[in-house]
């Protein structure tokens, strides 16, 4: 079976990922990929906090072709960030006095003007092409720790589908609705997070979430009462139904860890800036 990697958002810590990816073996010096026919999957929000998103997201699309030359793969999910940021842009013309808010909103949660400014039509349609949701090697992969997928179709392809249509044709109000549904988090710690966890993987696939949009210390401080210092891994949580996955490297300087998976669980951490972890 092909490795599986798996790393959560990013938020424009470019040098911190190239970094991470190295660390791991995945990409040489050059930033090409050295990963054979590993999988590499990113659970989304790619812009936003830190300095270069358009950076981030070439680095990504570079890797996604060259993978795929030699019988590797890599899936690059959707994040709110990226739906924030694509409103942002994909409204200004229709909306230059920012009537909806989107604008607002973006630059309200991070947005980087720098980012607006570097990007090219192809990014923008690569961003807007991203699934919601995939999986490998008995995971679901998924950006949120949300119930939100379940409203929007009953299978990862009728769920990418939905997402797709809405994402490629812009209905100020659905955007809303949409960006609105990213607001909930927390689904599989709270009251009977491990029946929801169940719930989400009888539908969709797969034996354990592993996601983003929740960084761990958050995770470990208001709900898991674990120690935030140091919370430089991934966190399996709700019977190891899940793990959470984004270690708010924008956030910390010392945070950032992409982890290879397998069907037994979590099966190596490379971190940054210490190098790897094994359990």
């Known amino acids: ?59 990504i699309r570079s890797l996604e072709v060259q993978a795929q030359e030699v019988g590797g793969q890599v899936t690059a999910l959707l994040g709110n960030h990226e739906v924030m940021f694509l409103a942002a842009l994909v409204f ?35 961003l807007s092409e991203r699934p919601a949701m995939a999986t490998s ?11 939100m997928y379940l409203k929007l179709g009953s299978s990862v392809e009728g769920v990418n589908a939905a997402v797709l249509e809405l994402m490629t044709n812009p209905d100020p109000d659905d955007w809303g609705a949409f960006l609105n549904t990213f607001t909930d988090r927390f689904a599989f710690v709270l009251g009977s997070g491990d029946e929801k966890a169940r719930q989400m993987l009888s539908t969709f696939g797969g034996q354990r979430i592993a996601h983003g949009h929740t960084p761990v210390y958050v995770l470990l ?9 140091g919370a430089g891994a991934p966190i399996p949580y709700a019977g190891r139904l899940c793990v959470a996955m984004d ?12 982890a290879r998976l397998n069907r ?7 971190t940054f800036p210490s190098g790897g972890d094994f359990y």
């Open 1 to 59: 079976m092909r490795p599986l990697w798996v790393i959560g958002d990013i938020h424009g810590a470019y040098d911190k990922l190239r970094a991470i990816l190295l660390r791991a073996g995945l990409i040489d010096f050059d930033g090409s990929w050295t990963a054979g026919d590993a999988h590499v999957v990113f659970l989304g929000d790619y812009v936003d906090r830190g300095p270069n998103g358009v950076g981030v997201i070439r680095l």
């Open 247 to 258: 270690s708010g490297m924008a956030y910390r300087e010392d945070a950032g860890f992409i």
């Open 92 to 126: 200004r013309h229709s909306d230059p006095q920012d009537r909806y808010g989107y604008r607002e909103y973006w630059l309200e949660n991070g947005g980087q003007v720098r980012d607006a400014d570097l990007l090219e039509p192809s990014d923008l349609a690569w």
């Open 137 to 147: 090697h008995d995971w679901l992969l998924v950006h949120a720790d949300s119930l």
């Open 264 to 270: 037994h669980g979590i099966a190596e951490v490379v």
């Open 221 to 229: 401080d208001e709900h898991l009462h674990g120690p935030t210092v």
